[in-house]
T-cell receptor
Framework: DGGITQSPKYLFRKEGQNVTLSCEQN?????MYWYRQDPGQGLRLIYY???????QKGDIAEGYSVSREKKESFPLTVTSAQKNPTAFYLC????????????FGPGTRLTVL | SQQGEEDPQALSIQEGENATMNCSYK?????LQWYRQNSGRGLVHLIL?????REKHSGRLRVTLDTSKKSSSLLITASRAADTASYFC??????????????FGKGMKLTVNP
């Protein structure tokens, strides 16, 4: 099955800890994205990557970091510098030149205890 | 930055009725897309309309685009309880350098009562 996966589905973190959210795709897409969604809100872009070994900050990159060492993987680290990390995190990918239609993973719900 | 704004923010209808959602945006776009999100899940792409198109159909979905008014509407005909979800419009803005980012609205919650 082709698709995009995120793990874990639920994640609990103590304040002051860094956590890494996984995102993997086997769609052979060049571009990948991380969004944050708060209750009743739209999606806000954290980071995106259009090609391996390159990524750009989105609208709310502070307190987050990413890497793109492989085409199929785009992990997101939520650092202790992120003041309010409790949220629903969505990863997406798209094929460059295909009108930027994005395919989404199922999401990871992060809760800071 | 939020570009798309859906209207209304919430809509409750009976099964079989039509549902219309509107989206307004601010800048010139390459295309506009509509996505659906079931509670606690990822988004699913529904339909895309390019800036040079005015209307598009896909099954029970009909989307229109008016670039002069910077607005779009999504019509779901003969709604079903399974259509209950949040719906988002997303714009692909024209930018220098052609960065491939979508800008999502805050979403509209549709409830279809059986």
């Amino acid at each position: 099955d082709g698709g995009i996966t995120q793990s874990p589905k639920y994640l609990f973190r103590k304040e002051g800890q860094n956590v890494t959210l996984s995102c993997e795709q086997n769609l052979n897409h060049d571009a990948m994205y991380w969004y944050r969604q708060d209750p009743g809100q739209g999606l806000r872009l954290i980071y995106y990557s259009q090609i391996v070994n390159d990524f750009q900050k989105g609208d709310i990159a502070e307190g987050y970091s990413v890497s793109r060492e492989k085409k199929e993987s785009f992990p997101l680290t939520v650092t202790s510098a992120q003041k309010n990390p409790t949220a629903f995190y969505l990863c997406a990918s798209s094929n460059r030149g295909a009108y930027n239609e994005q395919f989404f993973g199922p999401g990871t719900r992060l809760t800071v205890l | 930055s939020q570009q798309g704004e859906e209207d209304p923010q919430a809509l409750s209808i009976q099964e079989g009725e039509n549902a219309t959602m509107n989206c307004s945006y601010k800048t010139s776009i390459n295309n506009l897309q509509w996505y659906r999100q079931n509670s606690g899940r990822g988004l699913v792409h529904l339909i895309l309309i390019r800036s040079n198109e005015r209307e598009k159909h896909s099954g029970r979905l009909r989307v229109t685009l008016d670039t002069s008014k910077k607005s779009s509407s999504l019509l779901i005909t003969a709604s079903r309880a399974a259509d209950t979800a949040s719906y988002f419009c997303a714009t692909d803005p024209i930018t220098q350098g052609g960065s491939e980012k979508l800008v999502f609205g805050k979403g509209m919650k549709l409830t279809v009562n059986p």
